[in-house]
Structure formats: structure tokens, C-alpha cells
């Protein structure tokens, strides 16, 4: 049984040894006023006791709040249903298969898998923030057949049997069944029945759950690493120096120890003493001719306490004190608060002061690094045609780049058009066009088409509406911001999603032949959900007449390969939009639907229900080859646009990083087009600045694409990128003080990043002012990342 308690994790091996260090010279200078023979005098060594005892309280107490932030976690404690109640137990307490109540705002004691919640339908709200960093909260369902265990009597006689992985460290799978006793039948489970450790409970009352991991086995203590050594380079090269001064310590006194044990061996002649003046008839003296190994070993201590002033020990507590006045600096500093928030700076630690001069490089994501991560629908394609008059941030800065006055022209049209039609604000949703709005799009050519992309907006999601009692507004919590702005739009354009239950959504519809609101339920048989390998979103629904539809929304790149060549006819129309919106800085999805035939929907189930089943190690890949059958022949509704604005004051801050010499890497999946564009839009690219582009999107390389040989696709492209990088780095070296600016494409960073072309990669890189990374997976920046951290400094959001 493997039990919820975490161990304390002490410091290196390296600081350890330092300790003990500190701790032999303590003792030493101790020694100095003890009334020991060898050591009476040698009190000129006392003060190291105070320069040693401050820098040893220092590390205890930061040893110490560690130890009790341990001791905190293991004694919180939770309600487990044990002899028919429920009961208050410490964590450390808690067993795998204990059922466990959890309460509003509290964390989650262990890896559970939810039973049912205080909600009819089983959901709940679940903040990650502490795993990975993300504020928005997720949503987990429970399967429905436990979702009737609603109140604590309904556990007396419950019984199940699950069985799930082994512990392992991955946060967004889980694999395993739950077979019910009274029903002998198993079910299958995934990641959206699991609540992990150190998730907290958001906006539900309470849930319950089984625990399935606790301890070192849960996930969140599986990606737990050693707390690293944060320690700066002056104070590791003073290390050195100073092992290298303690070892010349040692040896000076060994040799002296050795010198004076043979000198006074041989000091007695014929019954007399050469050195008669060191007095050997003293007692308390360790000058003794009779007995000379005693002698030379208390000539050791003696020689390591005279010579300890060659070891600069104060040296450490003179640093400390200079860090912690620059910690008590940077928190006071005026210039470092943040009013929005009302949050100053902090130094939660001192030990790396001098660092923040050294900065040279910074490894940046974009999305809420450099923009807010806060979606606005602003544009969209429907049946080839472009809908939406907003204008970016970076149309502007494009605008102002090739100083043309045809946007600002617009723009202030825009701001006319606002004004004119009297609208407040509404978060998510930036979208303009009459043509579209207040029910107007009845009257399109494409009616049909717009009404279908619009019901697919309300549907194809994982979000869960609250509505306000009082007033009767309803909000969206979501699992990105991107889906809220896509049901806050479909909401505005008059499809609103109003309720979600177990069964399926619920939809106020405009009908188009009457003009009136209409309510439409809507059964959900499957959703095949989103993940970076898939890049692709699907929800399985079947209408009040009957029909079953599968809707997509995802990448266009996955997309364009899924469509129906027959029924897709304005897919070059929709494409060109893209691509201008992709200009424009806007992140895009592809929509796309089919209705679905009983006997292939059938079939598809049938695989996808063993798949789900399945506790095998390829259950992953099961799932996605049966949602792999499904996904194809679709018709093209249209794509979305929608804005991730910059943060404000990211240009001002970029531009003075540059002039301060710092360079910036950036980590994007955008398209190289809408990158670049936004590398200028916030100063990354700056005028003048020659630019280096790496990229496998050459005609020689598309055509070996075509011919489907993989052997002769690595081959050429790693030969094309080495060739690029070499070219580069040539044209810097034949440069002056030109600035320039490394521009490379996902593909070709994957043979950019190969042990054998990496270093000439890192080279051209750092050369450069500015690197931006486009069409990059989240793999890809992990490797640039763990790759280049001994050269730069991330800086990843969230963990700013």
C-alpha cells in the first residue's frame, strides 16, 4: 500500500560538503578559547565563529521552511468513508481505493477518479495552476454510471473494481476501467475522469472520487525533480578558490607537522635537549622528545589554526549580506510594481543577485509571454467569403512599416461603425459586419452554410455555461480561451449554447424561415478531443430528427487533408483567407462537418468503445485510429479568426532589451508569415535588420514530398538545412555590424536540432539579434530549450 507522505529532499551533495566545511572550521575556531594545550592562544580565530554561524543559520532556515512546507502538505486533512461516514483524515493516512470527498476551493489529496459531484450532471471545475501553470479552469465529467452516488449514504454497499496504468509521469493520459459489482460490467476511463494532486476544486461544491495513486506514485511527485542548486557562478568559482586555498592549508600543514615530529625526534643528545627554550618539562606543553609522533599530530591542529587566516572564510558572509541588501532593494523598488495588480516585485531568493547583469539571451514563448492569451473572434470565412471588419495590432504595425494610409483610413471607419451601432464592450468577441449580425445572415447567398458553421461554433466544444440567476447572463468557463470566444461569438450571431448535461447541449437557434428562437437539443455520442498530435477537435452529435453529424474544427494543415474533393468546392477561396489572416497575425481554425450514415456510425463505434476499453499500452493509438476512420470526407464550412493581442508595453520592452545587447529567441507554432508579422509588430524585427530564413518549403524538396520516398525526404532536407546554416553564418562572418535576425520553419528545425548539426546551428543562432522559431510543437521547444538552457535563459509562460 503505498501511502500520501513526501519525503524531504535535502540540498545537493555539493552544498552538503560545503556545510561540513563550514562546520570543521566552526569547531576549530571553537577549540580556540578551550583550555587544550595546542590550541590556548590561538584565539585569533574566534571571529570566524560568528561569520560561520551566520551563514550556517541561513541555510537551516531555508532547510527548515522547506522540511515544514512538507510537513504542512502531509497533514492536511480530508474526508474518507470509512465504517459507513464520512471522516477527517490526514493525507498521509489516505490508500489506494479510499473513496474521498472533496470540498469547494480545497486541493485534491491524491490521484482520484471522480464518482460524481454536487452537479446533476457529474462535472467539475478543476484549477491546474500548481501543474502547469495555466489559469483557466478544466473540466471533468464523471462516467455516468456512478454520477447517482450524489450524497454520502449512497457508498454504504457500493463496491467497484478498477483497473488502470501503472504510475507514471505523463499529466494528460490515463488508462484504465472501473467495472461496477452489482452490474459486471466494465467501463472505460480517461483523463477526463481523472483529478490530479495538487489540482484544486473550483466552483463546484464538492465531488467525490476513489484514489487510484497517492504519494511518490502520483503524477504531479512522478515529474518531481531534486530542488536544483540556484547558485550564481562568482560564488561557484569562490568555491573553487577556496577548496584549492584549504587544500594548500592541509598540505602546508602536513609538511610542518612532519618537519617538527623529525626535528624533535632527533632533539635529545646524550640525556639533553637541543631546544631546551620550549620547555619540555612543562606538562601542557606538546613539545615531547620522547614522544615525537604525538607531538607532530598536535603541531597539526596547532599549524591549521595559525595559518587559517589564509582562507578568506568571511568572504561568504560579507556576499550574503551585499544580496540580501540588493533582495531588500529590488522589493521596494517603485519602478518594478505592478498597479493593475497590486503586485510589487519579490526576490524569493538572493542567491542569484548578480546573475540578472549577465543576462545575455532570453528563450520566449509567445502566447501569454508576449500577448495576454486572451481571444478575441474578430474575422471569418464562411463558403469562400470573408466576413468581419476588425483590424490587428498587426495590420497596424504593417500598415506603419509600409506607410500606407489605406488602413488607417479603414480603421477609422471602423471606430465610426462602432459608435454607430451603440454596443458595449463583450469579452471575446470583436467581430463587426452587418452583413452577418442581427440575424442578417438569413439573407446571404450561403444562408445554409453560415447557419451549419455557426450551429458547429455552438456544439463543437468542451465548455460549461453558468447563468446568472439574478440577471440571466450566461458565461463560458472553458479549457482555452479559444473556445469561449467561439460559443461568446456563436451566442452573439444567434446560436446560444445555454445548458450542458450528461446526454448532450442545449441551443437557442435562430430558424431562419420563421426569424424566431428556437430550442434545439442536441445528443452528444462522442467527443474525439483535441491534442497537439491530433491538432484536431470532433464531437459525434445526433439531432431531434435523427441525424448523426460528426463537426471538426482544427489546424488547416490536418484539415485540408480530411475534406471531401467533391463537396468542398470553395476550398482555395477559404484558403487564400487564411493565409491573409495568417498575415494579420489572427490564429486560425478550419471548420468542417459530414453527416454520418447508421451503418458506419456503427462500426465506428463498436471500435472506438474496444479501443476506449482497452488497457493495453497502445490504447492511445487505438483511439486515434479509429477516430482516424471517421474524420474523413468532410465538407468545408469555413475558418475562424480570432486575435491573441500583445501585452501592453511589449514593444517599448523588447526595443530597450535590444539596446541593452540582450537577445531574444521566440517559440511559436504560428505560420513563418503571421510570425514574422508579429515579430515586427513588437519590435522583434526592427528596421534594417537583415534577415536569415531556414525553410524546407523549397519546389526541390515539395517535389520528393510528392514521390512519398522518406529516405530520400531526410536526406535531401538535412542537407538543405545544413546548407542554409552554413550560408548564414557565412554571410555574418562577411558582414560588419549588421544586425540580423535567424528566421527557421518546424521541419527544418527537426535536422537543425540533430546531434551532428546542432552546434553549427547554436553558433548562426547566437550570432543573430533576434531567432524566432515558427510551426514549432511543443516537443520541438522543449528540445531547443533543454538543448540551449546552458547558453540561455527561458522564459516560458506561465511560470514567468
Given at each position: 500500500?503505498k501511502?500520501?507522505?513526501?519525503?524531504f529532499?535535502?540540498?545537493?551533495?555539493?552544498?552538503?560538503?560545503?556545510?561540513?566545511?563550514?562546520?570543521?572550521?566552526?569547531?576549530?575556531?571553537?577549540l580556540?578559547?578551550?583550555?587544550?594545550?595546542p590550541?590556548?592562544?590561538?584565539?585569533a580565530?574566534?571571529?570566524l565563529?560568528?561569520?560561520?554561524?551566520v551563514?550556517m543559520?541561513?541555510?537551516?532556515?531555508?532547510?527548515?521552511?522547506?522540511?515544514?512546507?512538507?510537513?504542512e502538505?502531509?497533514?492536511?486533512?480530508?474526508?474518507?468513508f470509512?465504517d459507513?461516514?464520512f471522516?477527517?483524515t490526514?493525507w498521509?493516512?489516505?490508500?489506494?481505493?479510499?473513496?474521498?470527498?472533496?470540498?469547494?476551493?480545497?486541493f485534491?489529496?491524491?490521484d482520484?477518479?471522480l464518482?460524481?459531484?454536487s452537479y446533476d450532471d457529474?462535472?467539475?471545475?478543476?484549477?491546474?495552476?500548481?501543474?502547469?501553470?495555466?489559469?483557466?479552469?478544466?473540466?471533468?465529467?464523471?462516467?455516468?454510471v456512478?454520477?447517482?452516488l450524489?450524497?454520502?449514504?449512497?457508498f454504504?454497499?457500493?463496491?467497484?473494481?478498477?483497473?488502470?496504468?501503472?504510475?507514471?509521469?505523463?499529466l494528460y493520459?490515463f488508462?484504465?476501467n472501473?467495472?461496477?459489482e452489482?452490474?459486471?460490467?466494465?467501463y472505460?476511463?480517461?483523463?477526463q475522469?481523472?483529478?490530479?494532486?495538487?489540482?484544486?476544486?473550483?466552483?463546484?461544491?464538492y465531488?467525490?472520487?476513489v484514489?487510484?495513486?497517492?504519494?511518490h506514485d502520483?503524477k504531479v511527485?512522478q515529474?518531481?525533480?531534486?530542488?536544483?542548486s540556484?547558485r550564481?557562478?562568482?560564488?561557484?568559482?569562490?568555491?573553487?578558490?577556496?577548496?584549492?586555498l584549504?587544500?594548500i592549508l592541509?598540505?602546508?600543514?602536513?609538511?610542518?607537522s612532519?618537519?617538527?615530529?623529525?626535528?624533535?625526534?632527533?632533539?635529545?643528545?646524550?640525556g639533553?635537549?637541543?631546544?631546551?627554550?620550549?620547555?619540555?618539562?612543562n606538562?601542557?606543553?606538546?613539545?615531547d622528545?620522547?614522544?615525537?609522533a604525538?607531538?607532530?599530530?598536535?603541531?597539526?591542529?596547532?599549524a591549521?589554526?595559525l595559518y587559517g587566516y589564509?582562507?578568506?572564510?568571511?568572504?561568504?558572509?560579507s556576499?550574503?549580506?551585499?544580496k540580501l541588501?540588493?533582495?531588500?532593494?529590488?522589493?521596494?523598488?517603485?519602478?518594478?510594481?505592478?498597479?493593475?495588480?497590486?503586485?510589487?516585485?519579490?526576490a524569493?531568493?538572493?542567491?542569484l543577485n548578480?546573475?540578472?547583469?549577465?543576462?545575455?539571451?532570453?528563450?520566449?514563448d509567445?502566447?501569454g509571454t508576449?500577448?495576454?492569451?486572451?481571444?478575441?473572434?474578430i474575422?471569418?470565412?464562411?463558403?469562400?467569403?470573408?466576413?468581419?471588419?476588425g483590424?490587428?495590432?498587426?495590420?497596424?504595425?504593417?500598415?506603419?512599416?509600409?506607410?500606407?494610409?489605406v488602413?488607417?483610413?479603414?480603421?477609422?471607419g471602423v471606430?465610426?461603425?462602432?459608435?454607430s451601432e451603440g454596443?458595449s464592450?463583450?469579452?471575446?468577441?470583436?467581430?463587426?459586419?452587418?452583413?452577418?449580425?442581427?440575424?442578417?445572415?438569413v439573407?446571404?447567398q450561403?444562408?445554409?452554410?453560415?447557419?451549419?458553421?455557426?450551429r458547429l461554433?455552438?456544439i463543437?466544444h468542451?465548455?460549461?455555461p453558468?447563468?446568472?440567476?439574478?440577471?440571466?447572463?450566461?458565461?463560458?468557463?472553458?479549457?482555452?480561451?479559444?473556445?469561449?470566444a467561439?460559443?461568446?461569438?456563436?451566442?452573439?450571431?444567434?446560436?446560444?449554447?445555454?445548458?450542458?448535461?450528461?446526454a448532450?447541449?442545449?441551443?437557442?437557434?435562430?430558424d431562419?424561415?420563421?426569424?424566431?428562437?428556437?430550442?434545439?437539443?442536441?445528443?452528444v455520442?462522442?467527443?474525439?478531443?483535441?491534442?497537439?498530435?491530433?491538432?484536431?477537435?470532433?464531437?459525434?452529435?445526433k439531432?431531434?430528427?435523427?441525424?448523426?453529424?460528426?463537426?471538426?474544427?482544427?489546424a488547416?494543415?490536418?484539415?485540408?487533408?480530411?475534406?471531401?474533393?467533391s463537396e468542398s468546392?470553395?476550398?482555395?477561396?477559404?484558403q487564400?483567407?487564411i493565409?491573409?489572416?495568417?498575415?494579420?497575425?489572427?490564429?486560425?481554425?478550419?471548420?468542417?462537418y459530414r453527416?454520418?450514415?447508421?451503418?458506419?456510425?456503427?462500426?465506428?463505434?463498436?471500435?472506438f468503445?474496444?479501443?476506449k476499453?482497452s488497457?493495453?499500452?497502445?490504447?492511445?493509438?487505438l483511439?486515434?485510429?479509429?477516430?482516424?476512420?471517421i474524420?474523413?470526407?468532410l465538407?468545408l464550412?469555413g475558418?475562424?479568426?480570432?486575435?491573441?493581442?500583445?501585452q501592453?508595453?511589449?514593444?517599448?520592452?523588447?526595443?530597450?532589451?535590444a539596446?541593452?545587447?540582450?537577445?531574444?529567441w521566440?517559440?511559436t507554432g504560428?505560420?513563418?508569415?503571421?510570425a514574422?508579422?508579429?515579430?515586427?509588430?513588437?519590435?522583434?524585427?526592427r528596421?534594417?535588420?537583415?534577415?536569415?530564413?531556414?525553410?524546407l518549403d523549397t519546389p526541390?524538396?515539395?517535389?520528393?514530398?510528392?514521390?512519398g520516398?522518406?529516405g530520400?525526404?531526410?536526406?535531401?532536407?538535412?542537407v538543405s538545412?545544413?546548407?542554409?546554416?552554413?550560408?548564414?553564418k557565412k554571410?555574418?562572418?562577411?558582414?560588419?555590424?549588421e544586425?540580423?535576425?535567424?528566421?527557421?520553419d518546424g521541419?527544418?528545425?527537426?535536422?537543425?536540432?540533430k546531434?551532428?548539426?546542432k552546434?553549427?546551428?547554436?553558433?548562426?543562432?547566437?550570432?543573430?539579434?533576434?531567432?524566432i522559431?515558427?510551426?514549432s510543437?511543443?516537443?520541438?521547444?522543449?528540445?531547443?530549450?533543454s538543448?540551449?538552457?546552458?547558453?540561455l535563459?527561458?522564459f516560458?509562460?506561465?511560470?514567468?
Open positions: 500500500t501511502y500520501s507522505a513526501v519525503t529532499i535535502p540540498k545537493s551533495l555539493f552544498e552538503q560538503f560545503r556545510r561540513v566545511a563550514n562546520i570543521y572550521f566552526l569547531v576549530v575556531a571553537c580556540s578559547y578551550t583550555p587544550i594545550a590550541f590556548r592562544g590561538a584565539t580565530v574566534g571571529p565563529v560568528l561569520v560561520l554561524l551563514t543559520v541561513k541555510e537551516a532556515i531555508e532547510d527548515w521552511r522547506r522540511k515544514q512546507q512538507d510537513i502538505v502531509n497533514n492536511r486533512k480530508t474526508k474518507v470509512q459507513g461516514a471522516r477527517h490526514k498521509t493516512k489516505l490508500r489506494v481505493g479510499d473513496v474521498v470527498k472533496v470540498e469547494k476551493d480545497e485534491f489529496p491524491a482520484l477518479v464518482l460524481s459531484s457529474a462535472i467539475c471545475y478543476v484549477e491546474t495552476m500548481n501543474l502547469d501553470g495555466e489559469t483557466n479552469l478544466k473540466l471533468k465529467q464523471s462516467l455516468d456512478t454520477s447517482r450524489q450524497d454520502d449514504d449512497s454504504r454497499g457500493f463496491g467497484a473494481v478498477i483497473r488502470c496504468e501503472d504510475p507514471n509521469a505523463n493520459s488508462v484504465g472501473i467495472e461496477i452489482e452490474q459486471q460490467q466494465q472505460p476511463l480517461s483523463p475522469q481523472l483529478l490530479l494532486r495538487d489540482s484544486k476544486l473550483r466552483n463546484t461544491e465531488v467525490y472520487g484514489v487510484v495513486f497517492t504519494g502520483t511527485m515529474n518531481a525533480t531534486s530542488a536544483p540556484k550564481s557562478k562568482i560564488e561557484k568559482k569562490m568555491d573553487g578558490a577556496i577548496y584549492v584549504m587544500s592541509v598540505l602546508i600543514s602536513v609538511i610542518g612532519v618537519v617538527f615530529g623529525l626535528a624533535t625526534k632527533h632533539d635529545l643528545v646524550d639533553r635537549m637541543k631546544r631546551w627554550y620550549l620547555r619540555p618539562d606538562p601542557d606543553n606538546i613539545y622528545p620522547n614522544n615525537p604525538v607531538s607532530a599530530a598536535l603541531h597539526f591542529f596547532t591549521m589554526i589564509f582562507i578568506p572564510i568571511s568572504l561568504y558572509v556576499i550574503e549580506l551585499v541588501l540588493q533582495a531588500l532593494f529590488i522589493n521596494s523598488d517603485i519602478h518594478m510594481y505592478h498597479e493593475e495588480s497590486d503586485t510589487p516585485a519579490h524569493r531568493t538572493s542567491n548578480e546573475e540578472l547583469g549577465q543576462v545575455y539571451t532570453i528563450l520566449t509567445k502566447t508576449l500577448t495576454c492569451n486572451s481571444m478575441e473572434f474575422k471569418c470565412s464562411i463558403a469562400g467569403t470573408a466576413y468581419g471588419r483590424i490587428t495590432e498587426v495590420e497596424k504595425a504593417m500598415a506603419k512599416r509600409n506607410g500606407s494610409p488602413i488607417s483610413d479603414f480603421e477609422l471606430e465610426d461603425f462602432h459608435q454596443r464592450a463583450i469579452k471575446g468577441f470583436n467581430f463587426r459586419d452587418e452583413r452577418v449580425m442581427d440575424g442578417n445572415w439573407h446571404q450561403h444562408s445554409g452554410v453560415i447557419e451549419m458553421f455557426f461554433l455552438a463543437c468542451t465548455c460549461i453558468e447563468v446568472d440567476e439574478v440577471t440571466g447572463k450566461i458565461s463560458y468557463e472553458a479549457e482555452s480561451p479559444d473556445e469561449a467561439f460559443v461568446v461569438a456563436a451566442h452573439e450571431l444567434g446560436f446560444t449554447f445555454y445548458q450542458r448535461t450528461q448532450g447541449v442545449y441551443l437557442h437557434e435562430l431562419p424561415s420563421s426569424g424566431e428562437q428556437v430550442d434545439r437539443f442536441y445528443k455520442l462522442h467527443v474525439l478531443e483535441f491534442s497537439s498530435a491530433r491538432r484536431r477537435m470532433s464531437v459525434i452529435v439531432d431531434e430528427e435523427g441525424k448523426t453529424f460528426i463537426f471538426s474544427k482544427g488547416d494543415s490536418i484539415m485540408y487533408e480530411r475534406l471531401s474533393n468546392t470553395y476550398s482555395e477561396a477559404t487564400k483567407h493565409n491573409d489572416y495568417a498575415d494579420a497575425g489572427l490564429r486560425t481554425l478550419v471548420l468542417a453527416q454520418l450514415e447508421e451503418i458506419e456510425y456503427a462500426k465506428f463505434e463498436r471500435k468503445t474496444a479501443a476499453n488497457v493495453s499500452a497502445d490504447r492511445d493509438e483511439i486515434d485510429e479509429a477516430a482516424d476512420l474524420e474523413r470526407d465538407i464550412l475558418a475562424t479568426a480570432v486575435e491573441d493581442k500583445l501592453k508595453g511589449v514593444p517599448d520592452c523588447i526595443d530597450k532589451l539596446k541593452a545587447g540582450i537577445k531574444i521566440v517559440l504560428d505560420k513563418m508569415e503571421t514574422i508579422n508579429i515579430g515586427y509588430a513588437c519590435s522583434l524585427l528596421q534594417g535588420m537583415k534577415q536569415i530564413t531556414i525553410t526541390d524538396i515539395i517535389a520528393l514530398e510528392k514521390g520516398d522518406k530520400a525526404i531526410n536526406k535531401a532536407s538535412k538545412v545544413v546548407q542554409q546554416i552554413n550560408e548564414g554571410l555574418i562572418n562577411a558582414s560588419g555590424n544586425s540580423f535576425a535567424l528566421i527557421i521541419k527544418s528545425l527537426t535536422y537543425a536540432l546531434d551532428d548539426t552546434a553549427a546551428f547554436l553558433d548562426l543562432a547566437i550570432a543573430c539579434g533576434s531567432v522559431c515558427c510551426r510543437s511543443p516537443k520541438q521547444k522543449a528540445l531547443v530549450s538543448n540551449f538552457t546552458s547558453e535563459i527561458v516560458f509562460h506561465p511560470r514567468k
